[in-house]
Nanobody, 126 residues
Framework: VQLQAFGGGLVQAGGSLRLSCAASERTVSSYLMGWFRQAPGKEREFVAG????????FYADSVKGRFTISRDNAKKTMYLQMESLKPEDTAVYYC????????????????????WGQGTQVTVSS
């Protein structure tokens, strides 16, 4: 599975941005998929995930209520709608996916995902 993330850019604090992650296979509609981010000097951290055919969503506390993850199965694309952006949201954002129903680690863990896209930079100015 190949993933391609795009949609990053420069936005002022309080603004909005939508990231997209295009997948190479339609089967990702039943996959676990997620968004992670990595700020300079920090470890890559979980942002949001969407699980299985039912599309159950889950979020990091830091973005809950501001970010929305969704998936368009027909377009083989996952989205991250980001609202009320803050300077601390500045990071390189990565999309990820995995086909396994269980891998022995939490769905919020980097190690849970086998397929990764390239990052897209999001910069929020104050």
């Amino acid at each position: 599975v190949q993933l391609q993330a795009f949609g990053g850019g420069l936005v002022q604090a309080g603004g909005s941005l939508r990231l997209s992650c295009a997948a190479s296979e339609r089967t990702v509609s039943s996959y676990l998929m997620g968004w992670f981010r990595q700020a300079p000097g920090k470890e890559r951290e979980f942002v949001a995930g969407i699980r299985g055919a039912a599309g159950t969503t889950f979020y990091a506390d830091s973005v809950k209520g501001r970010f929305t993850i969704s998936r368009d199965n027909a377009k083989k694309t996952m989205y991250l709608q980001m609202e009320s952006l803050k300077p601390e949201d500045t990071a390189v954002y990565y999309c990820a996916a995995d086909s396994r129903s269980w891998a022995g680690v939490p769905d919020t863990s980097n190690g849970r995902y086998r397929y990764w896209g390239q990052g897209t930079q999001v910069t929020v100015s104050s």
